[in-house]
């Protein structure tokens, strides 16, 4: 019996860590872009894309999974950040201004009476860096469980 539970753990371990790795393995770069209209899969690579080679926002908030790199081009984008997936400790999905172009946020996420640049709703390990965000927004942040 006692070999019987040995062998169920460590195959629960291998199971486990399989799927760690396979996580970390699907995660990607991913490009956006203000003219963006490529699908999710034709916007990842490993090379900067701009324009309509890259994907829009909405389909980079819909689509990033945990470990991905969303890198945001230039411009102005009338959307706020809501993104639909989280990260995973260790592999967060990661939003950032590509190379330090100039990326601006403007239109708000309204929740209650108040309007957000970044609204984090029931999602965790989510990094955002370089954006800028423009008013008219109330507040700037709201994480919400």
């Given amino acids: 019996m ?16 399989m799927l760690s790795f396979a996580s970390a ?22 090379t900067p894309l701009s324009g309509t080679a890259c994907a829009s926002l909405s389909t980079a908030l819909d689509n990033a999974s945990a470990g991905d790199t969303i890198n945001i081009r230039a411009g102005t984008y009338n959307k706020s950040i809501r993104p639909t997936n989280s990260g995973l400790s260790g592999n967060p999905i990661i939003y950032q201004a590509y190379n330090g172009e100039s990326v601006v946020i403007t239109d708000p996420e309204i929740y209650g009476s108040y309007q957000y640049g970044i609204f984090l709703d029931s999602v965790s390990y989510i990094k955002i860096d370089g954006l800028t965000f423009q008013t008219p ?3 700037h942040l709201l994480i919400r469980r």
């Fill in 137 to 139: 927004m109330d507040r």
């Fill in 2 to 17: 006692k070999n019987k539970k040995v062998r169920n753990s460590i195959f629960i371990l291998i199971v486990t860590t």
């Fill in 25 to 46: 393995a699907f995660a990607g770069t991913y490009w956006v872009s203000p003219t963006g209209a490529a699908t999710w899969a034709n916007a990842e690579s490993g």
